[in-house]
């Protein structure tokens, strides 16, 4: 007989112990709850057809199993639509933009300005030492317009090689007129300027006794580099006062170009009240047909710096010139439509459901994936309006540009260029010119547009991927970790916007990147990706840049940057975790070509019928329902329903349901569960280590026909095994030790419930801690 760890309790362990095994006869199951099953035995797996068949299933079950699919089907078949839609708007979008033709035309035109408009030549005039971009001086830009600009734009002859000592003549009108050799130039040369106008000073004390007058500017900031986007956008405030023509076509060939701009110079055309000046030119590509305009603009800051830039506006005329852009357009805007429709009926029938109590229904009706969904209604027909008006746009420009040619060929065959035949193709011109600038900013409107519709498609991807698990990782990883982003966004920006003040403060004045506040956010969002320059810190002292990076690298970087790693990798593993018992997108596929092939076949009710039908038949409670039923009670509810669909449909829930509510057992549970079976706190005796080997050791040797190991329903090589187990795993855990010693302590030799119920609890904490030791094989438990 086994050794018993305390004689003296012996009748009170053994008494107190029938007593509660008397009254827990039967337990829930963990997994079913709504299954009666012998105590010890709560976590034993069990066949959901065998429960479907012995136990039935909950209403709420049932019924959120097959919400769930339908709402997985609609997922999976609004996928496809998804993706196309991006598909759709990117084929559209590269047959309006042409990113590659028009980036074609500009850089070529940047290129020639750039690198062949030269002026500072050293004899015999062959090399041109300084570009567009080295004019500091109002005597540089007139220098530049004579030997740079007038070179690649106004040729009087054509060029030949170095040291050539022959002319090939001059050029006719048509060579003339063409511009790196298939791009036609439109109309003449403008000149024009924004002007400064008089304000009051800022210390008017000190500009007074310095017999000083202040000048003030509207429009563009040139306290610092503007970009191509400020510079183009920013509005020009043209004196039409000092706008000048240079009209190299019309006066072709007796031109007075180098005349003119003599005149400029001497007239003082530039002066200390110019603010900016733009030298624009119009050409028209006819391989592409595209009209570019180009302006080269000198930027006067008060500051005494001249900033240059180059910007372009180009457009193709003919916007509809093949089928596809027709295409595109067609299957894109129609999609936004048939999404307008869908919305449009969701709205109404929610107002039909809530009786048409406008409050109510607009409660019901939105929601985040409902506002993401007209966002990206609006916004696409926002494109469709900019986009009509830029067609409407560039078929007017068409329409001008067959005058063109006449115009300025009765200025060329008239008197001169003072006839009112030039004074019309002047004119024409300068309207030319607004057309293509007014034009200019319906394009930059469509295009910014444009630019942030993904977002929205992205966000419809989004709402596709929500339903089906697998694919929704992205977004309830972000919606779980939200409150503790939101916690952490307002410590990162704290610290993150000290340091820009730090570096405004440090380094504003010089290092250009932290000299505003937008542009001391981009460098430190900049650094924090590996993009940085040290070498800049450095003018303010190296002392000041090691301590501002050294502390900013340590705090953002190495601290926060990788804090936020680590809370979304946090919730990340737990939604991956609880993402692996769904099913993958292929099965769901699968799962569709399955049951469409039956209802082609007849042999399968849709999952939505089912539902509505037993909500109207039983009421919308049963949606919250534990009412248990059976296959029968489905039949019945649902007419036409065959049995096979019924059974494979709510097995399929059963085990749904297993896989998300499967228990994680603990280590403190496990104790708690022996305690409740075994134990009685503190009047329990305790177990010493040498007389818990002898028990294991004597339960080992019991011969089968002894007590409750002669029941047919346990296992002895189960018994033995866990008792050569506990011997192996020594004293490590006192109270696991504790409680073996009560259940061998209880061992009776005659047959009794009470022996039978400690040795499928036995059994319990063997199959508790082979549950526990699938998920992790480091924890202690698992030695056991």
């Not at 956008?233 to 076509?249: A, C, G, H, K």
């Not at 031109?255 to 028209?284: I, P």
């Amino acid at each position: 007989a086994p050794i018993r760890p305390s004689q003296a309790s012996e009748a009170t362990s053994s008494a107190e112990g029938h007593e509660e095994m008397q009254s827990r006869r039967s337990e829930r199951h963990r997994t079913f709850g709504w299954v009666d099953i012998e105590p010890g035995l709560e976590v034993e797996a069990l066949e959901p057809a065998s429960v479907l068949n012995d136990h039935g299933i909950p209403e709420r079950v049932m019924l959120s199993y097959l919400q769930g699919e339908i709402e997985g089907e609609t997922a999976v078949k609004n996928l496809p639509a998804a993706i196309l839609l991006i598909v759709w708007f990117l084929m559209m979008n590269l047959s309006h933009e042409l990113p590659p033709t028009i980036q074609s035309i500009e850089k070529a035109i940047d290129f020639d300005i750039t690198e062949n408009a030269n002026f500072a030549f050293s004899s015999p005039l062959y090399m041109g030492h300084k570009n567009f971009m080295d004019v500091n001086t109002f005597a540089d830009w007139y220098s530049w317009m004579n030997l740079g600009f007038s070179a690649i734009y106004f040729p009087s002859t054509h060029a030949v090689s170095e040291g050539a000592n022959f002319s090939i003549g001059t050029p006719t009108f048509l060579e003339a007129s063409t511009y790196l050799m298939h791009n036609r130039k439109i109309g003449g040369v403008q000149l024009s300027q924004q002007r400064l106008f008089s304000s009051e000073c800022s210390n008017p004390i000190v500009a007074n006794a310095l017999e000083l007058t202040c000048l003030d500017f509207r429009g563009l900031d040139l306290r610092l580099k503007p970009t191509e986007l400020d510079v183009s956008q920013q509005d020009f405030y043209e004196d039409t006062n000092r706008t000048v023509w240079i009209d190299y076509l019309m006066e072709f060939p007796d031109t007075t170009v180098s005349q003119q701009l003599r005149e400029l110079e001497q007239s003082g055309w530039l002066d200390g009240g110019t603010y900016r000046a733009k030298v624009s030119f119009m050409t028209y590509n006819q391989m592409y047909d595209v009209l570019t305009t180009t302006s080269v603009h000198f930027l006067f800051a008060i500051s005494g710096h001249i900033f240059k830039q180059i910007t372009h506006r180009s457009f193709k005329l003919a916007a509809h010139a093949d089928w596809e852009s027709w295409l595109y357009e067609v299957l894109f805007f129609g999609h936004i439509t048939i999404i307008f429709l869908c919305e449009g009926w969701e709205a109404i029938s929610t107002l039909r459901e809530k009786k048409w109590k406008i409050v109510r229904a607009w409660k019901a009706y939105w929601n985040f994936w409902n506002v993401v969904d007209w966002v990206s209604i609006i916004l696409a027909y926002a494109i469709l309006i900019t986009w009509i008006s830029q067609c409407i746009g560039q078929d007017e420009l068409a329409q001008t540009l067959k005058d063109y040619w006449g115009l300025h060929m009765n200025c060329r065959n008239s008197t001169g260029m003072q006839s009112s035949e030039c004074l019309a193709a002047r004119a024409y011109d300068s309207q030319l010119f607004r057309q293509v600038e007014e034009l200019g900013y319906v394009v930059r409107a469509n295009r910014f547009i444009s630019g942030f519709y993904p977002v929205c498609i992205m966000m419809r991807l989004f709402k596709a991927f929500a339903a089906q698990p697998r694919l929704a990782i992205v977004t309830k990883t972000l919606a779980l970790a939200a409150n503790d982003l939101t916690h952490f966004g307002i410590v990162f920006l704290s610290i993150f916007f000290t340091y820009v003040a730090m570096g405004m403060a440090f380094f504003g004045r010089e290092v250009e990147s932290f000299a505003s506040f937008d542009r001391a956010c981009l460098a430190l969002l900049e650094a924090l990706m590996g993009e940085f320059s040290v070498e800049e810190m450095e003018l303010s002292g190296r002392p000041i840049a090691f301590f501002f990076f050294g502390t900013y690298m340590m705090a953002a970087v190495l601290l926060l940057l990788n804090m936020l790693i680590a809370i979304l990798m946090d919730v990340y593993g737990q939604v991956a975790a609880g993402s692996r018992t769904s099913e993958s997108l292929w099965h769901e596929c699968w799962d569709i070509m399955r049951r469409g092939a039956r209802k082609w076949t007849g042999e399968h009710t849709p999952l939505a019928e089912i539902v509505k039908k037993y909500v109207e038949k039983n009421g919308p409670d049963c949606l919250e329902s534990d009412k248990v039923i059976y296959v029968e009670d489905v039949l019945s509810s649902v007419p036409g329903l065959l049995r096979r669909q019924a059974e494979e449909e709510m097995t399929s829930a059963l085990e749904e349901f297993a896989l998300e509510n499967t228990p994680d057992i603990q280590i403190s549970e496990v104790i708690s569960t022996m305690g409740r079976y075994f134990g009685n706190g503190a009047a329990s005796p305790a177990v010493s280590p040498r007389d818990l080997e002898k028990i294991a050791q004597q339960v080992a040797k019991c011969p089968p026909n002894r007590g409750a190991l002669a029941s047919s329903d346990v296992d002895n090589a189960n018994v033995q095994q866990a008792a050569e187990e506990i011997v192996r795993a020594g004293i490590s855990v006192e109270v696991l030790l504790k409680a073996a010693g009560i259940i061998l302590d209880n061992h009776q030799p005659e047959w009794s419930e009470t022996s039978k119920a400690q040795i499928a609890a036995l059994r319990h904490v063997v199959s508790s801690a082979e549950l526990l030791c699938r998920e992790d094989k480091t924890i202690l438990m698992c030695q056991l």
